[in-house]
């Protein structure tokens, strides 16, 4: 082998002992990123050089914090109108990241702050798509630690970069956007588990929903949720076949658009 060969492979070799060393390590944030509206840096080989990455190893999923930010992207490149909007908040694990990624629109938050409604929880039973094993073993019924839905609530706010942009509406979705009926929106995250409360979500949000736009819903290839494919299918008959795509994020989400 000749000098140049052996020059090229050493010099081959040492970026990949690099590259691993660093893989996942390297956080740059540049200086007023926020500010632009540009809440990530151009990809390449992204687990390097992710600037968020201080945020995402407690978060556990990647790719569905990350798709939220490149969608919000996209959005402000294409100059998408509408307003945010998140239905079954919870904790605001994903708010948080949602309301960063959109600093100068209002976001509508929707939750019970008080977990299921027991209307959804029996057509999900009644249809078997959901266990009730699975409820139990979740501990989904008993799991907050919060002494009412509004200190769960102010526990969200709390979270947020930009609280000034969001709007509560806590109790039952979809009686609780019945002020949003004349809005548009760019983006929506519909994460309600049962079928019965993504149904109403399609519904209320896919004839709002800008062109361009997305609505990303969680737990569609989850193997407990079985209601919500049945959701979106439902969805396709009423409005025809809508564009989307599957996520290979933790709930199996996937986003549909609108063209
Ligand atoms: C899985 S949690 C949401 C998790 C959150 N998106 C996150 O990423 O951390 C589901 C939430 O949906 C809410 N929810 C379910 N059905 C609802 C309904 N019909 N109206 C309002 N909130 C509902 C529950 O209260 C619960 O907080």
């Keep these: 082998m000749s000098i140049k060969h052996n020059l090229f492979y050493g010099s081959l070799f040492l970026h990949q002992k690099l590259a691993k060393h660093f893989k996942g390590e390297l ?71 949602i309301n960063r990624a959109y600093p100068d629109r209002t ?24 266990s009730a094993e699975f409820f139990e073993s979740a501990n989904y019924f008993k799991r907050s630690n919060f002494k009412s839905s509004d200190e769960q609530m102010e526990y969200v706010r709390k979270r947020l970069a930009h609280p000034e942009k969001a709007v509560f ?3 039952y979705f979809p009686q609780t956007a019945a002020e949003e009926t004349e809005k548009t929106f760019a983006f929506v995250s519909l994460d309600m588990d049962l079928y019965q409360p993504i149904v109403n979500g399609i519904e209320f949000f896919y004839p709002r929903l800008s062109r361009g736009g997305y609505i990303m819903i969680h737990d569609y290839n989850h193997r407990e949720f079985q209601g919500i494919k049945q959701a979106v299918a439902e969805s396709e008959t009423k409005f025809g076949p809508i564009p989307k795509f599957p996520l290979p994020d933790q709930g199996g989400s996937i986003v549909l658009t609108k063209i």
């Design 107 to 130: 976001f509508y938050l929707y939750d019970t702050f008080s977990g299921f409604d027991k209307r959804d929880v029996e057509v999900e039973q009644n249809r078997r798509y959901t």
């Design 169 to 171: 509406r806590k109790g």
């Design 27 to 97: 956080v740059f944030v540049p200086s007023g990123y926020l500010k632009n509206n540009i809440v990530t840096q151009p990809m390449a080989y992204d687990a390097v050089s992710s600037n968020m990455y201080q945020d995402y190893k407690h978060q556990m999923d990647y790719v569905r914090y990350r798709t939220i930010e490149l969608i919000a992207e996209e959005i402000g490149r294409q100059c998408i109108p509408g307003d945010i909007a998140e239905a079954g908040v919870d904790y605001g694990d994903c708010s948080w990241i």
